[in-house]
């Protein structure tokens, strides 16, 4: 009788396992699983064999050790792979007929990103399934008003190292998320400083200011507050990096276009 009564138990929370396992497999939809690697912790289950249930951690290696089984290696497969596997080896070693076994990941540590720059929080980010560069930079807490809209993604791609630029701006704006792109593990997703451009001279704010797209010269000019009294719009001048680094000054107008890092200088009026 007791025999049975633990046998009931142990079924019962097998299906609620089940049924826990199923209502996150629900809330995921069509989520990929991760594969698993050195660091990862893993609860496994096996049904009606309670000194078979266990955690345990991948070594740097990418093995396990399992009950009556020893060391195996899972670096690289799924939940759903390691738990067919344990289940071929318990049947061919003739220790279980049929075993019902369920794996749980408690910690995905070899699926991890690196989100650094100007975000809200700069860390490593554990990648559980499908993630997208927007999930991955609002895990992060988005991206600080000093942050540039131009998101730089390293990858590894075999013997070196891919770089690609995604304008999220733009990608919002036109509704095309192809650039969206799906982040793997080890990926290095990096948020630049946004460009700035200086402005000095007889203006009621000078100082450094975030650079914004297409801005003119007269909109630089508003976002210092306008010109003082003494200030002139004529011979506006931009002091600009040339492409070999020498400095270059320029006579602009007000519809000209500013670009990074020009400082602009307003002239005092004469009259």
Known sequence: ????????????MFLVLLWITGIANA???????????????????????????????????????????GEIFVD?????????????????????????????TASLQSQMVSVLGYVRNQGRYPIEGKRRLTEILAMAGGIIPDGAEQITLIRSNGSKYV???????????????????????????????????????????????????????MQALSVGGGLTQRGTERGLRI??????GNLQILTVKSSDLVEPDDVIYIKESLF
Not at 184 to 202: K, N, Q, T
């Open 76 to 104: 690289g497969l799924t939940p759903s792979e390691m738990e067919r596997k344990i289940v071929k080896l318990l049947e061919s070693k003739d220790i279980l007929r049929k075993p019902q076994v369920n794996i749980i």
């Open 27 to 69: 809330a995921n939809g069509e989520k990929k699983e991760s594969v698993l690697g050195p660091g990862d912790t893993l609860k496994i289950f096996v049904f009606g064999q309670p000194d078979m249930t266990t955690e345990v951690k991948v070594s740097e290696a990418g093995n396990i050790t399992f009950p009556l089984l």
């Open 1 to 12: 009788m007791e025999n049975i009564m633990k046998k009931g138990r142990l079924l019962i």
């Open 239 to 244: 002091q600009r990096r040339g492409e070999g």
């Open 163 to 217: 770089k690609d630029v995604i304008d999220v701006l733009e990608m919002i704006r036109s509704g095309d998320l192809n650039r969206d792109l799906n982040i793997r593990s080890d990926d290095l997703v990096y948020v630049e400083r946004a460009p700035r451009f200086y402005i000095y001279g007889e203006v009621q704010r000078a100082g450094v200011y975030k650079l914004e797209r297409n801005m003119t010269v």
